[in-house]
C-alpha cells in the first residue's frame, strides 16, 4: 500500500492511498457490503453507476457463511462478488459484540455463537488474519477488544490492555506470515480503543503507533456515547495517531459526523447508515434528510435532490419513489441506495475539492448553511 | 396499433405489433410489472439490459393505489413509471378472483375489498376502461367473468354470457370514448371465456370477434386445469379466434407452455413466473430448471447457463448466486429477476427467428431434447 498526503487544511487531510487493487483518493467513505455485497446493489452498480473505489466486507459474516474457504476458492472477495476493487474487512470482533450472541470475551480472544445456526466459534488475533488472508483483503483490520459505552473504567483499562496485547500479536503473525509469502499485497490496521477516556486513548494510540501498522483506526465509538464526546474523544487522540499513516473512525456515521471528523483528520470512513437508511425510506439531499414514505411527496414529480445527478434522480420521481416504498417493492431498494451512496460518496469527493483548494472551512459553513 | 404477420410456420405465427410507444415482434413475452415496477428491477433495466419492448400493470393494484388519477398527473403509466415502450393493463377482474378478497360477481361488474385496506370497489366494464384511459396504457383489457377450474358448466354458460355483455358494453364505451378524443392511441382486446369447454368457448370466440376490438385474448386458463386440458382448449378455439388481430393467451405460463401454444397459433403471453420463480430461486435454463440454493452449487464457479449471455451469466457465478440467495440478500432477486426474463425473452425471440426460417418444429424438437 502506498499512502501519500496530498494536502493539509487545518487538521482536514486529503491523501491518495494505493492498493494492490484500486487508488482512492480521501477522504473516502466505504459503502458496506455485509455478506459480499452492498445491499440491494451488485458489483457493477458500485463500479459503473457509483464508482466506488473501496467497500467493505463483514469478517464475522462471510466467516460464518459461506466460509473463507470458500470465499478462497473462488479468488477471495475480488473473484466472489467481481468487485475487483478494494476490499477492507473488519476482524469480526464488532458484530460478536453488536449482535450479542452469547459473546464473551476473555484474554486470548472472543466466544461467540453464530446468528445464523448457533454453532460456536472462537476469535482470536490469528485466527481472524488467517480468515482475512482467505479473503484476500486489501486491508485487514486487527482483533480488538471492544466495550459499550458509557462504560466502567476498569472495563476500558482491561480493553486496551487487551487491545495492545492482540495488536502485538496480529502485527507478529503478520510479519512472519508475510515472511512465508501470504499476505503480501494486503495491509493491516491496528483499531485504538479507550472508550471516551483521553488518557486511555491517547495510551492505546502511543502503543499502537509503535507497532508497524499500515493504517490506524478509531474504533469504539458510535456505540452509545453522544456526538459531542464521539467529536472530543477523535480530536484528543488524535495528534497521538502518527500522521504518515491512513486514519479510520470506524462505523461513523451521519453526513455531520463525516463533516466533523475530517476536519479533526481523520481521512477513511464506513458506516451502513446510507444503505440502511434507504431501506427505510430516509435519502439524503443537499438540504438535509427527507423521508420518502411521507404523503406530501405523494403527487411530487421532482427528483429526490434537484441538485443531485445520481442514477435514481436522473431517472424517478419523488412520487414514483413513494409509490414504491409504500407497496414495498424491492425496486425501492436498490434506487434509494443508489440515491444515499452517491450523496455519501459525492459528500467525501466536495470535501476532498475543498481541501485540495484549502476552502475546507468554507464548505463547512456551506454544507451546514444549506441544511439549516 | 398497426398488425402485420410477417410469416406464419403451421399454426405458429411470427407478426409485428406497432403502438404509439414500441414495435413488438411476436411471439412475444411481457414481464409483469404488477404495481408499475417488475419486482426487483427499474424502467432502465427493462430498456438497458433486457430491451423488452412491452410490459404487464395489473390495474387492480395500481387502481388501489396510488391510484389512477395520481397515475394520470404524471403522465400516465409512461411517464410515473419511466418505462416509454408499451404497456399492457389488465381489467383488475383476475386479481379480484385471485386474491378473493370478499369479491361477488353479479350481472352489472365485480364487487370485491382492498387486500390494502379493506375498502369496498365496484369494477364495471366501463370503470375498468376509464382507470386504463388514465393509465394510458397501450392494450387495455376488457373486464371479464372469471370461473375457476374445474367449473359447474352452468357456471361456464353463465360466464360467457356475461363476458359477451360485458365485451359489447366495453367496446360500445370505446368506441363513444374514442369520438370524443379520449384513447385515441389506445388499443382494447377483448377476453374469451368458457372455460374448458370447447362449445361454450367457440361461441364466446366467435361472439367477440364480431366486435372490432384491436386483439383477442383467451382469459381462464392456467387456473386449475391440466396441461393437456389447457393445450387442448387453446387447439380447440384457434380456428374462431379472427388471424388478422393479435392472439393474447393470458397468465400462461412455463417455457414449455410457450412453446406448445405458439404452435397452436398464440402470439402474445404473460407471466409471473419467471419473477416470481427468481425470488425463489429457481433459475431457467436452456437444459432446464435448476435451484440456486441446492448445495451442489456452492463451490460452483460458472455461470448459471453456460450457453447464456444475460447481465448475471456474463458477471457473476453459481457459488455467489447460491450465497446471495442463502443469505437471502435483497440483490440476488434482481440478478435473478434479470436471468429469468432473459430466458423468457430469448425463448420467444429464438422461436420466432425459427418461424422466420420456417423451422419451428426443428426448434420444438430441439428445445425438447435439450431437457430431456
Redesign the interface.
Known sequence: MKFQIDKTDGNARACTITTAHSVIKTPIFMPVGT??????????DLKEILDAKIILANTY?MFL??GSK?VK??GGLHG???FDRSFLTDSGGFQAFSLRTNTKNDDDGIHFKSHIDGSLHYFTPTSVLDTQYDFGSDIMMILDDLVALPADPKRVKLSIERTIKWAKKAINYHLQKRESGVGLNQNIFGIIQGGTDENARKFCAQSLCELPFDGLAIGGLSVGETNREMYDTVEAVMPYIDSARPRYLMGVGTPEDIVENVERGVDMFDCVMPTRNARNGTLFTSFGKINIKSARF??D?TPIDPCCDC?TCK???R??L???Y??R???F???ASLHNLHYYLHLVSDIRTAILEGKFLEFKKDFYSKRS
Request: aromatic share 16%; hydrophobic share 35%; glycine share 6%.
Open positions: 455478506v459480499g455485497a452492498v445491499k440491494s446493489l451488485d458489483a457493477l459474516h457463511r459461506p470458500i476458492e473462488f466472489f462478488t467481481k405523494i403527487h414529480d442514477y431517472n424517478y420521481s412520487g414514483y413513494n409509490h414504491l409504500r407497496a417493492e424491492i425496486t431498494y436498490r434506487l
